[in-house]
């Protein structure tokens, strides 16, 4: 079966700092993975996607995803946060199946000015 | 650029009760997910359509049923409303192509109360 993991119920940032949001996969095959972002009481918005090709994802609002087959990862990642970049972060493999998404337990980011 | 739209946005419902989901995908997009938030929860799938036909089935109550229609917007149908369907329900459009490499989009969501 097809899961993913993020192991941080909250990540806390300042303003300014780097931050990572991680996430763990675990599929048989080539992983298809996603990251979305949920503000309050709105509807998923999409942020990157690795399919195939360079390990490194570049995606809206200057974030970006490293994929790291030999640890299984899929972190996402900003140089520098902002305030408004506070919000429930979900990691998501594609099914190979159906095609349905399987989504992380999300993880919810705080940047604090 | 178009999105998901979904209708209505806030229902509140009884138990017992029935209630019906729209969603309109975004325009060329041939196939429709529905998943299903609960509090604190990530979103799970429940059911999808592919030019009109189920393409997969996931943990949806056989009280529920979707369909989707000519115009690609998709309908679910709940019925006997039960406490615990009290959640944010998503659509999302996508177009599919044989990798599967498309990205879902995602509608506001419907928030269904029970009481």
């Known amino acids: 079966a097809q899961s993913v993991a993020q192991p941080e119920d909250q990540v806390n940032v300042a303003e300014g700092n780097p931050l990572t949001v991680k996430c763990t996969y675990s599929v048989s095959g080539n992983p298809y993975l996603f990251w979305y972002v949920q503000y309050p009481n709105r509807g998923l918005q999409f942020l990157l996607k690795y399919i195939t090709g360079d390990n490194l994802v570049k995606g809206s609002y200057g974030f970006e995803a490293e994929f790291n087959k030999s640890q299984t990862s899929f972190h996402l990642k900003k140089p520098s946060a902002l305030v408004s970049d506070s919000a429930l972060y979900f990691c998501?493999?594609?099914?190979?199946?159906?095609?349905?998404?399987?989504f992380g337990q999300g993880t919810e980011l705080s940047v604090k000015p | 650029a178009a999105g998901v739209i979904q209708s209505p946005r806030h229902l509140i419902k009884e138990k017992r009760e029935t209630a019906t989901l729209k969603c309109y995908p975004i325009p060329r997009h041939d196939t429709v997910y529905w998943y299903q938030q609960g509090p604190g929860q990530d979103p799970q799938f429940l059911i999808s359509f592919y030019e009109k036909m189920q393409s997969d089935k996931g943990s949806i109550p056989d009280r529920f049923s979707a369909q989707q229609f000519s115009d690609y917007h998709s309908e679910l149908n709940m019925s006997s409303l039960e406490l615990g369907d009290s959640a944010l329900y998503f659509c999302?459009?996508?177009?599919?192509?044989?990798?599967?490499?498309?990205?879902?989009?995602f509608g506001p969501g419907t928030r269904l109360t029970v009481t």
């Open positions: 998501a493999v594609r099914d190979m199946g159906g095609g349905k998404l399987i």
């Open positions: 999302a459009s996508s177009l599919r192509d044989s990798g599967r490499r498309s990205e879902q989009y």
